[in-house]
């Protein structure tokens, strides 16, 4: 049985990395057009899984990856004529680091619904306080953002990706990763048996905000104009949830295929048939939490179980 | 300058008065079916719309209105229990996840109807003139319209909670709220029981969205922001709590008015800092158990 | 000086004292026994040595540090672990990953992974589990959870151990194993604190045993005194 999931397990890598280095030569002979979906795709990609990272173990709501999101498109808007763009990009993450930390430690308390409900006050909050700022301080609401060309803010993006892909796999089989479950499971359990509950609970949910932020910092370049409503926009929370609840959150792989399908669906339907596409949204998630409760994957993984048959029973 | 004052707290009543009735729909719903019922103002923007697209088409007069989305809304909202929440419900292994599952496929609902009444209605803003009369009032001016729906916020809000403390109906929801297994045992069929509250919490969303769109201008997409009002005067008053649901709607209102005097800008960014404060603070509210 | 020990503890919840200004010792090696009617504040007493509540006042020693209202985690890794009342497995582990998160967290925690997967197995093995290692928790039968909790306690590498209730619930034959379980744990030197309502199992382990009423220690002594004890029998069969 070990050998079994080692063997899965070095597959799985092999498939990782070659899906990645097939990325990184997509600019060589694709379209810019292909650049540029293949950007946003990558983009959901990293919010939801970093969203993940965090929620999916230990079963807290967050809807604040709008917040951090946003921090990182900001940071680009102020600092991106000040300094190198890599400097801009850690910088966003930073910054979205420390106000997670910030936020962890001050939410510790909350369970359940009430954390979801906070994450998501704090994105509003977030971004009235902003408006009100630009208008007050700046006098305009919006701010202009440095150009980086398509293939740029692409590689970034790739680059992003891997190393949360790296992060992911790292929390996943360390002990943390085990401990992050148990949190999920029960918490109380977890802390009687050693687990400093709280710091890994805030470590976790500030190594996702890093994601997110840089996301945010690079995405900003290509928008070119931002303003709070669009850097604060709490539809990235919901979909950050969403695509990985479709996805299904029991691997981390489910995230990523419900943030791709779900990217390129946003990408051909959303310029003409917007509301048409928030529908579709709304009906598959309503069906995704009624009748697919581990989503995409667990539903792929039921219809191998049965093609299988009584063959994969007596394994 | 007394003037001044007392213009800031009767426009914080009044607002107040929208706002408590915006909140008593979505704290039944999560007082007693457990259901974050973030689709809560996409209700009251279907409401509104509604009393809007009666009114410009067929002269249908909005309080007429009430009377249509009132029972439209409660249908739709037992309907959707039933069809649902009930069957979330059985598949949920906890109350904590029932509430996780539940509030997802509040958010499925809220992407669904809104986005039906922009297809039907597109997304610009809608508005109509009705009952624009100025009134004096303790030296202050208001609009008739203002003073109608909150004279209406009041009368239907105290309806609804002595319909709660009365009927044998209302005793069985206050039952279901406290203890739903003893509940069950004494007879109260349960699933009934919650679809009726979420369809009375829908109800009450249209009825305050029929209210609002005498006084404000509506749109498809308002009704996140009254969701989240509903959500921070819950939190103020405490869950499952009609008073409380006054009270806090009350101490929104006047937050809000006092705080627009000062620095308009500020007055969506203090509602926050509220809502986070007490939820670090007083996670129950602070009439809460 | 005593493995743990407890002077004035007390916790009151709104206006009701659970604990009231209970004094308490463990010796090196002994099993003590831990009782009263429902409501006493047993699991209460529990809750405050292990740091799941925090106590009003009074001062918990553990080896002779201070140890009241240490975080659990803290109190684990100095070598006090628990078991619940209602049973607390993770559902959706496996059997061995429950047990594996208290080898990896526990007191000795700086294993390899190997090291660390073999630990886990001899806990498994030593309660008698080995055979479902594979399954998740919650498919096992209520006196499996237990043992399964006890492995879990046993695995964070304890020398002090609270068992709240291991035998409730439980039909004569499992209250039996469970017993022996209880003799087996103190034959590998660790110290036992229980609470119990099975009283053939408390009499039948127990070298001392404490009685809690309304809060408040009411007797304490061998299972023969207590047994005897008038102040015993009359708050177990009332006034």
């Known amino acids: 049985m070990n050998t079994r999931k080692n063997l899965r397990q070095i597959w799985l890598l092999g498939l990782t990395l070659i899906f990645l280095a097939l990325l990184a030569t997509l600019p060589l002979y694709a379209p810019t057009y292909t650049i540029i979906l293949m950007t946003s795709i990558l983009m959901y990609i990293v919010l939801t899984m970093s969203w993940a990272l965090f929620s999916a173990p230990t079963g807290y709501i967050s809807l604040a990856p709008a917040a951090f999101f946003g921090i990182g498109i900001y940071t680009s808007a102020i600092l991106g004529t000040r300094l190198p763009l890599p400097a801009v990009i850690l910088a966003g993450s930073l910054i979205s680091f420390c106000l997670a930390l910030l936020i962890g430690a001050l939410t510790l308390r909350l369970r359940g619904i009430y954390f979801a409900m906070f994450t998501f006050g704090l994105v509003e909050l977030i971004k009235n306080f902003w408006l009100w700022y630009e208008i007050q301080f700046t006098g305009t609401r919006g701010r202009f953002v440095i150009f980086v060309d398509n293939t740029t803010i692409y590689y970034v993006m790739l680059i992003i990706l891997a190393l949360l892909l790296l992060v992911t796999y790292l929390i996943r089989r360390s002990r943390f990763g085990l401990a992050l479950r148990g949190i999920g499971e029960c918490e109380e359990a977890a802390a009687h048996i050693g687990v400093h509950v709280n710091a890994l609970k805030t470590a976790t949910f500030a190594i996702s905000a890093i994601f997110m932020g840089a996301a945010g910092a690079i995405m900003a370049t290509r928008w070119t104009y931002v303003d709070p409503y669009v850097a604060f926009n709490p539809l990235y929370s919901f979909m950050s949830v969403l695509m990985a609840i479709f996805g299904g959150i029991g691997q981390p792989y489910g995230p990523i295929l419900g943030a791709a399908i779900f990217a390129y669906l946003e990408e051909i339907l959303i310029t003409r048939f917007p509301y048409y596409y928030m529908l579709i949204f709304g009906i598959v998630l309503i069906v995704t939490v009624l009748y697919l409760p581990e989503g995409l994957i667990g539903l792929v993984a039921n219809i191998r179980k049965r093609v299988a048959g009584g063959q994969d029973a007596l394994a | ?289 | 000086m005593p493995l743990l020990e407890g002077k004035g503890v007390t916790k009151y919840f709104g206006g009701l004292a659970a604990v009231l200004n209970v004094d308490f010792y463990v010796e090196q090696g002994e099993v003590v026994g831990l009782i009263g009617p429902n409501g006493a504040g047993k699991t209460t007493l529990f809750n405050l040595i292990s740091g799941a509540l925090v106590s009003q006042s009074g001062t918990i020693w553990f080896k002779g540090e201070n140890i009241t209202n240490l975080k659990p985690h803290a109190i684990c890794r100095k070598g006090i672990a628990r078991t619940f009342q209602l049973v607390r497995v993770f559902p959706n582990m496996s059997v061995l990953e429950n047990v594996l998160m208290g080898v990896l967290f526990g007191k000795s925690d700086g294993h390899g992974r190997g090291q660390a997967l073999e630990q886990a197995e001899k806990w498994l093995d030593f309660v008698g589990l080995s055979a479902v290692k594979g399954l998740p928790a919650r498919s096992l039968t209520l006196a499996n959870q237990k043992r399964l909790e006890v492995a879990r306690a046993l695995a964070t590498g304890p020398e002090l151990l609270l068992l709240d209730e291991l035998m409730a619930g439980l039909n004569p034959t499992e209250v039996a194993q469970a017993m022996e379980l209880v003799n087996r744990i103190r034959e590998q030197g660790i110290t036992i604190f229980m609470v119990e309502h099975v009283m053939t199992a408390i009499m039948g382990v127990c070298g001392r045993i404490m009685v809690l009423h309304h809060g408040e220690k009411i007797a304490e002594g061998t299972p023969q005194e207590i047994a005897t004890s008038r102040t015993v029998i009359e708050v177990y069969l009332g006034e």
């Open chain 2, 1 to 289: 300058m007394t003037i001044k004052i007392i213009e800031v707290l009767i426009t914080g009543l009044l607002m107040g008065g929208l706002y408590a009735l915006v909140a008593v729909g979505l704290s039944l719903q999560y007082g007693v079916a457990r259901i974050l019922n973030i689709s809560h103002g996409e209700f009251i923007m279907l409401g509104g719309l509604t009393t809007w697209a009666l009114y410009t088409a067929l002269g249908v007069n909005p309080l007429l209105s009430l009377a249509i989305c009132g029972p439209v809304a409660f249908i739709l909202g037992f309907v959707i229990h039933r069809t649902l929440f009930k069957r979330l419900l059985a598949s949920s292994a906890s109350p904590a996840i029932f509430e996780s599952n539940s509030m997802l496929a509040a958010f499925g609902l809220m992407f669904i109807l809104q986005n039906i009444a922009l297809l039907i209605w597109g997304p610009e803003i809608r508005g109509y003139s009705y009952l624009v009369i100025p009134v004096h009032f303790l030296g202050t001016l208001f609009g008739a319209n203002r003073l109608l729906t909150f004279g209406l916020a009041l009368v239907i809000g105290l309806g609804f909670y002595l319909f709660l403390s009365l009927t044998r109906t209302g005793k069985a929801i206050r039952a279901a709220a406290q203890d739903p297994p003893t509940a069950g045992l004494m007879g109260v069929n349960i699933n009934n029981v919650l679809a009726l509250c979420f369809g009375l919490g829908a109800a009450m969303a249209g009825i305050a969205g029929v209210l609002i769109s005498m006084c404000y201008p509506v749109h498809g997409v308002m009704g996140l922001e009254y969701t989240i009002i509903a959500i921070i005067v819950v939190v103020l008053g405490g869950l499952g709590s009609i008073p409380g649901s006054f009270i806090g709607g009350f101490i929104l209102g006047l937050i809000g008015s006092v705080v627009t005097f000062f620095e308009p800008g500020l007055a969506l960014v203090a509602y926050y800092v509220i809502f986070i404060l007490l939820l670090l603070v007083r996670p129950t509210g602070i009439l809460g158990r």
